[in-house]
């Protein structure tokens, strides 16, 4: 059977989740009433695990997937790079929490770059 949410169509006027409600569920924050519902709705709370399942495969998988290598933000903050991907680096780390903590890893530690740059 197919979980509540998709066979809405089929059974129009039963109650279902909304899709605010399934994803807050599948990050754990489901408000009280979306609690009570999939308490009633095990195979709606089964679909929500293996939801929240291929999230979290995904999130690993695609970790940093389109982020500049770190040879990349040491060229970067040594003004190796062309222009453009100068550019592209340094508004990358003004929206990317990741590479900015890595950038800043990289240029404040002790053995790090920053006694290198002249
Ligand atoms: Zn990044």
Same mark, same amino acid.
């Given at each position: 059977m197919d979980p509540c949410w998709e066979s809405m169509q089929q059974h129009p006027g /039963?109650? +279902?989740?909304?899709? =605010?409600?399934?994803?807050? !569920?599948? #990050?754990?924050? &489901? #408000?009280?009433? /979306?609690? &009570?519902?999939?308490? +009633?709705?095990?195979?709606? !709370? &089964?679909?929500? /695990?293996?939801?929240?399942? *291929?999230?979290?495969?995904?999130? /690993?998988? =695609?970790?940093? *997937?389109?982020?500049?290598? +770190?040879d990349m933000l040491i060229d970067h903050y040594f003004g190796l790079l062309d222009c453009d991907q100068h550019i592209t680096i340094g508004d990358h780390l003004k929206i990317c929490p990741h590479c900015a903590a890595e950038f800043v890893m990289l240029t404040r530690t002790p053995t790090g770059l920053e006694s290198d740059k002249s």
């Open positions: /039963t109650q +279902t989740l909304s899709s =605010l409600s399934v994803l807050s !569920a599948m #990050d754990g924050e &489901a #408000d009280p009433e /979306t609690l &009570a519902y999939l308490q +009633t709705h095990p195979q709606c !709370a &089964a679909e929500i /695990t293996r939801l929240r399942w *291929l999230q979290n495969l995904l999130r /690993t998988r =695609l970790f940093r *997937l389109f982020c500049p290598s +770190t």
